[in-house]
C-alpha cells in the first residue's frame, strides 16, 4: 500500500479551487496516494460528502480545514486536521471569518474600481458563488475580463511569459501592504484560533512558513508551540531546499510535526500539479492522530 500523504488540497467549495472533491480524490487515486486532506480556506464545506466518496474511491480523506489568520501583523494561514466539522467552535470561527473576508473583498474590488478597471462586486460574488473570494481570485476575475485587456494599466500582465502566473503578479503589484487597492486584513488572530483548536477537535499546522507573506521565525514558533502549535507544513511548493532543511529542523527543536502540503488549488496556482509533491508520508497522519487523542 502506498504511503503516500497530502494534508493541503483546496476544492472548488475554496471560492479559488478549480476541481469538486470527487475529482480530487479522483486525482489522488490516479497519483497513488494513501491520503489526503482537503483543506478550504475557511469552509468545511465539502464534508461529510468528501470522507464518503474517499471511502468509495479507497482513499483517506483527513477531514481539515485552512484557516486564515493574523500574527505580529502578518497573515498566517493555520491548518486544523481532523477537525470535527460539525464542532460549535469551528462554525464561530468560520462564521467570523466569512464576514470578515467579504468586507475586505469588498474593499479591495471598489479600490480597483476606482483605479479605472473594470470590474463589479456583483460580478465577484457571481464567479465564487457568494462566497468571500482572496486577492488571488479577485485578480483572475479581474483578468479574465475582455475589457481589461487593452487597458494600458495592466499591459504587463497579459504578456505571454507573465500570464500563467498572472493573478499573483497583480496580488503583489496592488493588493500587498502599501499598494493602490491594499484592504486592511481583518482576519481572526492566529493565538485565538490556538487556544480554541482543541474544541474544534482539530490539530493546529502551520502552513508554508517559509511563504513571502509570512516569513516565520523561530521566535514565532517558540511562542506558538507554548499556544499549542503540533505540526508545522515543511514540504511546500513554497519553499526552497534551503527552507525544507531550515524548517524540517525547526520542526525537530521544537517537537513539531513536520507535515508535507502541495496547497493544490488548480488553475490559480499553474506551477502546482497535482501529485508532484511526494514527501508527505502517512507516518504524519499517524504522529497527528495520537496528537488529537491526547488532546480529546
Known sequence: MSELVDFHIHSNLSCDGDFSPAELIGFAREKDFRAISIADHDTVAAYPEAIALGREAGVEVIPG???????GEREFHLLLPFVDWESPAITAIIDRQTRSRLEEAAERVDKI?????????DEVLGKTGGAPPLGVKIAQILLEKPENVKNPVLEFFYRPKNRSAAPYLFYKEFFAEGKLACAAKKYIDLLEVL?????TGGVPVLSHPGAYF???TRDDLRALRKRGLAGLEVYTQYHTAEQVEKYLGLAGEFDLVPTAGSDFHGRIKPHV???TLREGRYWMVERLRELKGRAA
Do not use: P
Open 65 to 71: 480545514i485552512e484557516v486564515t489568520t493574523v500574527y
Open 113 to 121: 474600481r476606482k483605479l479605472g478597471l473594470a470590474l463589479t462586486w
Open 195 to 199: 487556544d480554541e483548536a482543541g474544541a
Open 214 to 216: 509570512q516569513q516565520t
Open 273 to 275: 500539479t497535482f501529485g
